[in-house]
């Protein structure tokens, strides 16, 4: 009994009152989830009961949260439902904890999850599933979670952020809060997200996966409404909503409560930026929840141009009605959020080592400024940097679930999409900075007069000048989206047949070119040169005009149909399978460019800055696809024990060619086949280890070099091992890890019209390395909640281009945050990001082909350090 009495003694300790007797009427309690041991310890001074139980006995489980007014004997229960144990009440009031007794049923499937429970279960994924979720454990599939806490600690500015906590994915966001880069286990790209479909509950919101200039993370940011976010990566994906076979990523919405519930928080970046977030959420009836949160931010950013071009908010609301036998859940979200588009800039490298080039700060600087802000172009059209890079978009759904019987449930689950995804920026050239006598004897001559734009004032021949872009992309993009299913469940059987629907659009303005003749140096100032035989070189800065021009009308449509059956075996085999069929459809028109002719829009040959400039012709071109293609997987999970279980899976996927590459002649059908397997152990120590092999077919990548795409299509293969996971040291002390060993290469794959073949080539921009480790302690000041986390980053050496030419040199990158809990509703938290400065490249210059001479290139690094302060209340 020595056990009991440690228990005992330790609720006592908590309570600060002898056991006694209380009467059971309705207490309030404001309990979180988490550590077991906590919480049983917050409820024993919140009801004054005591609680009898070993700390070794649940060392390593969570508990549910609590936040209503309940009796004490209700409010255990649901503290400790879904732990194994349960609360029998002991002589003198006291509570005894013990082991639910576990009963040995038929074989059957897991049970049906309600609605309502999935955004509250952190252990529930949606996505990769094909009925209504199930739990991580029993996934036959590769899925990674991370939940409100792990996304409150990463303090991530860009959505894409938040998949840093994903094994297989390697996300860049160096270009800024919006416009990411995000591989995915040695699918070859060239950029963007091409094999990354984001959803909002368990719904594509735009159906493909990448635009040109438009990656999905783009339309959707992270703020205080939502949960939690899932990951899958292979598996399953390639069967289900809108067929991704390479990531499918679902961001999980808050919902309401039987009771009033809300957060908020104010933020402070140490570069100036202010963001507020806040939640509101609980009943409007006895089966009615709403929820409705947001965020609004503005700031200058790290890389600051001067000007506040980090600015902007969303609001998002969602409405649950709970049926006799279902349910129906409406959503409505409204984005308005743009940020400054970062390129690369001026950095020294020499072999491995990256240094600072002279007077930019790799950590800070960027080439915008006050003086390039804004301008006028050679056709007359006036753009502005401030505009960046970002969306405002309108992103209605529903959710609807009816159950027939006690075997037929029919979901739906619909997304509505419609609004502006646009980019401005200043993109840099090919050739790094130069003298302006270097510059000059390029272009055949020497230097007549060299003025700055804004003033005219002089400048020395010797000042290092380089050129970068004014790139603007306009896109109106709407999309309707329908994924509808149909589940039959009975004994050890579950089959599930779905149908797929969507139409989508985009009607895009380009203009690409448009290069400043600036001085190397952060907030760049415009030059005019004119040459000593009178040749003018640049006009109000501009050394060329238009060199890619789009104006282009999309309609995608996709249709599929689906089904997949899964089966019990026993109590701890499960199987499934399925098949896919999905015709993909494209249409729309293209108007034609040319030249604008001898000595360019003026007719003057000695004016330098409009002579080679594209412009629009009369005509237009049609553009037409139409595709269709089978996918199919099957595979299986065997738990051994209750905390220790595999899997093993077959997947075949198709992604079809987007809207720009049928522009650009490229109709290819990416195939994937993906052999994969893995581990599961949930305890202490929660482990996740998966190993798997891709097979592509048929893929194109392209890149815009020399003012126009340049493609490359071919194979590629890629074996790879994912780890993520939880040790629980001890009570106070936790250490999540994550890693990826990847070797992917080119197979029978070509460049430059086929004439190059790369075959053998790592394929660019992933690493064969990168993990990250993060220890965690929890402890306490003055008898309040306190925690230490830090972060360990690593990310290895990779090729940022295909021809393995222009090296981006492995690095370490150090973040650390402190969190305070004042009162138990207020929380303080400071978080360090990149604490020391490191110079991590995850780009070179997509604009240059081969490679970098070495001393000054144009690369992007990382930001530099950045502190972030917070303070949350919650009710």
Not at 377 to 396: E, F, P
Not at 583 to 599: E, L, P
Not at 799 to 815: A, M, Y
Request: contains cysteine; positive net charge; aromatic residues 8%.
């Amino acid at each position: 009994m020595s056990w009991r009495l440690c228990g005992a003694i330790a609720a006592a300790v908590a309570l600060g009152t002898p056991a006694a007797s209380r009467a059971a009427s309705a207490l309030p309690f404001d309990i979180p989830g988490g550590d077991l041991a906590d919480a049983l310890m917050r409820f024993a001074r919140q009801s004054g009961r005591q609680i009898l139980f070993a700390p070794a006995q649940v060392r390593g489980l969570r508990a549910t949260a609590v936040h209503k007014r309940l009796d004490p004997d209700r409010a255990i229960a649901r503290l400790l439902s879904g732990t194994g144990f349960r609360a029998r009440p002991a002589p003198g009031g006291a509570y005894l904890l013990e082991a639910v007794p576990v009963p040995r049923p038929a074989p059957a499937l897991p049970r049906a999850i309600a609605p309502a429970d999935i955004a509250q279960i952190a252990d529930i994924v949606v996505v990769g599933t094909p009925g209504g979720g199930s739990r991580r454990q029993e996934a036959a599939f590769a899925v990674t979670t991370a939940n409100r806490a792990a996304i409150d600690q990463l303090g991530a500015p860009a959505t894409a952020d938040v998949l840093r906590l994903m094994p297989g994915l390697t996300v860049e966001t160096s270009g800024g809060k919006n416009g990411a880069n995000i591989f995915v286990r040695g699918y070859p790209s060239g950029g963007d997200a091409e094999y990354v479909t984001f959803q909002t509950e368990g719904v594509p919101y735009f159906p493909p996966a990448t635009l040109s200039f438009l990656e999905n993370s783009q339309l959707y940011r992270i703020d205080g409404s939502v949960q939690r976010v899932e990951a899958v990566r292979g598996g399953t994906g390639a069967l289900l909503a809108s067929g991704q076979p390479g990531a499918t990523i679902n961001i999980i919405q808050r919902e309401g409560d039987d009771h009033l519930a809300g957060l908020v928080k104010t933020s402070v970046i140490d570069d100036g930026e202010g963001r507020g977030d806040a939640y509101v959420s609980g009943p409007l009836g006895p089966r009615t929840h709403f929820m409705i949160g947001g965020y609004y931010s503005r700031g200058n950013g790290i890389r600051s141009p001067g000007l506040a071009a980090d600015r902007g908010g969303q609001i998002t609301a969602n409405l649950r009605r709970d049926l006799a036998r279902g349910s129906v859940l409406v959503f409505a979200r409204y984005l308005d959020d743009r940020s400054q588009w970062l390129l690369p800039i001026p950095v020294e490298q020499t072999g491995r080592s990256i240094g600072a080039y002279p007077g930019f700060d790799p950590g800070t600087g960027t080439l915008a400024g006050p003086d390039t802000r804004t301008g006028t172009r050679n056709d007359g059209n006036r753009y502005d940097l401030n505009d960046g890079r970002g969306a405002r978009i309108v992103n209605l759904g529903t959710n609807v679930e009816l159950r027939f019987g006690d075997t037929v449930t029919l979901r739906d689950k619909a997304s509505w999409l419609a609004g502006h995804a646009d980019t401005t920026g200043l993109v840099s050239d090919n050739v790094p900075p130069e003298s302006a006598v270097a510059y000059a004897a390029r272009l055949g001559g020497a230097i007549g007069m060299l003025v700055t734009t804004a003033d005219g004032r002089a400048v020395s021949p010797a000042k290092a000048v380089v050129q970068a872009g004014i790139w603007t992309v306009a896109k109106r993009i709407d999309a309707l989206v329908n994924d509808a299913t149909l589940e039959w469940a009975t004994g050890v059987s579950k089959a599930t047949v779905g149908v797929y629907a969507t139409e989508y659009g985009s009607r895009d303005h380009w203009d690409i070119g448009n290069a400043l003749l600036l001085t190397a140096q952060p907030q760049a100032r415009r030059l005019d040169l004119t040459l000593a035989n009178g040749t003018v070189v640049t006009r109000d800065g501009f050394a060329s005009g238009s060199s890619f021009l789009v104006d282009a009308r999309y309609r995608g449509s996709d249709l599929a149909f689906y089904g997949v059956e899964e089966v019990t075996l026993g109590d701890h085999v499960r199987l499934d399978g399925g098949v896919r069929h999905q015709r993909h459809s494209v249409d729309g028109s293209v108007r034609d460019t040319r030249a604008a002719g001898s000595g360019g829009l003026d007719g003057d040959p000695r004016t330098l800055y409009d002579n080679d400039d594209i412009v629009f012709g009369d005509t237009r071109s049609q553009v037409r696809y139409r595709g269709g293609a089978w996918s199919w997987t099957f595979g299986g999970n065997v738990d051994v024990t209750r905390r220790f279980g595999g899997f093993t899976r077959f997947s075949r996927g198709t992604s079809f060619p987007f809207f720009d590459n049928v522009r650009d002649g490229i109709t290819v059908a990416p195939r994937i086949d993906t052999i994969e397997g893995g581990v599961k152990l949930t305890g202490p120590l929660s482990l996740f280890a998966t190993v798997f092999r891709n097979s592509f077919q048929g893929l194109a990548t392209t890149v815009i070099a020399g003012g126009a795409p340049i493609a490359s299509i071919g194979g590629a293969r890629a074996t790879g091992v994912e780890v993520d996971g939880t040790w629980r040291v001890a009570k106070p002390l936790s250490v999540a890890f994550t890693g990826t060993w990847l070797d992917a290469r080119y197979r029978r794959f070509f460049t430059d019209a086929g004439r190059t073949d790369l075959s053998g080539n790592r394929v660019q921009r992933q690493p064969v390395w990168q993990w990250r480790v993060t220890p965690s302690w929890d402890f306490e000041v003055a008898a309040r909640k306190a925690g230490l986390f830090a972060t360990l980053a690593y990310m290895g050496d990779r090729w940022s281009d295909v021809q393995n030419q222009q090296l981006l040199p492995g690095f370490l990158k150090w973040d650390a945050g402190l969190t305070f809990d004042p009162t138990d509703r207020l929380r303080l938290q400071a978080t360090a990001d990149n604490i020391t400065n490191a110079i991590g490249l995850t780009e070179g210059n997509p604009r240059a082909l081969g490679t970098q001479a070495p001393g000054a290139i144009f690369a992007r690094p990382i930001p530099g350090r950045s502190v972030n302060l917070s303070a949350s209340f919650r009710f």
